[in-house]
């Protein structure tokens, strides 16, 4: 069954590093998302992504975060100065035209030290 | 904002008898109601999920009903099984986009 990849499975950064999180969406679909949970929180909604273009932000969205897909298969989320409450497991997803189902993958592991 | 609510953080349930789960929401536009599971370490997973058009959902063991008048909706197990304890999220989109909102999930632990 195809599936969503993320990579690392877990990043340890300092403070004010540049962090990059790294996706590999289902191959035929569309739109493509990052959701963060911080622990014992709920899944909030980061970006979405379609047609090579943020189609929608969160307020957590804010000028530290970018999202790129830079080669046609791959779909990173950049951070470039990590906070200590950036500190979350990341989910990528995505998702076909005309379905409502989201596919996701199993999320990385970013703690800021 | 919380557009999504599920009440209960966590549920204990005997095996073999009925799980349910629980979830409002407040926002009308809502029209696409959808149901996750996840394990620890694991991504969410789609369960099932019910259209605004529609009161009633079933698919095998899992049935989601919902109540457009009362902006709720429940999620049916039965049997339960030890491999459905897990965290259960309670999602909805609507208003055109295709964005998921979730609740804050229900802890399930199904005991033997």
């Known amino acids: 069954e195809p599936e969503v990849t993320q990579t690392p499975s877990h990043q340890v950064t300092q403070m004010g590093q540049e962090v990059i999180l790294r996706c590999v969406p289902i191959s035929n679909h569309l739109y493509f998302y990052w959701y963060r949970q911080i622990l014992g929180q709920k899944v909030e909604f980061l970006v979405s992504?379609?047609?090579?273009?943020?189609?929608?932000k969160s307020e957590i969205f804010d000028d530290q975060f970018s999202v790129e897909r830079p080669d046609g298969s791959n779909f990173t989320l950049k951070i470039r100065s990590t906070k200590l409450e950036d500190s979350a497991m990341y989910f990528c997803?995505?998702?076909?035209?005309?379905?409502?189902?989201?596919?996701f993958g199993a999320g990385s592991r970013l703690t800021v030290l | 904002d919380q557009q999504v609510k599920q009440n209960s953080p966590s549920l204990s349930v005997q095996e073999g008898r009925i799980s349910i789960l629980n979830c409002d929401y407040t926002?009308?536009?809502?029209?696409?109601f959808l149901w996750y599971k996840k394990y620890p370490a694991e991504g969410p997973t789609f369960l099932i999920s019910i259209s605004s058009i529609k009161d009633k959902n079933e698919d095998g063991r899992f049935t989601v009903f919902l109540n457009k008048s009362a902006k709720h909706l429940s999620l049916h197990i039965v049997p339960s099984q030890p491999g459905d304890s897990a965290v259960y999220f309670c999602?909805?989109?609507?208003?055109?986009?295709?964005?998921?909102?979730f609740g804050q999930g229900t802890r399930l632990t199904i005991n033997p």
């Open positions: 926002n009308s536009m809502f029209d696409y």
């Open positions: 997803a995505s998702q076909d035209r005309g379905a409502n189902v989201l596919t």
């Open positions: 992504f379609y047609n090579n273009e943020i189609s929608e």
């Open positions: 999602a909805a989109s609507g208003e055109g986009a295709q964005k998921l909102v």
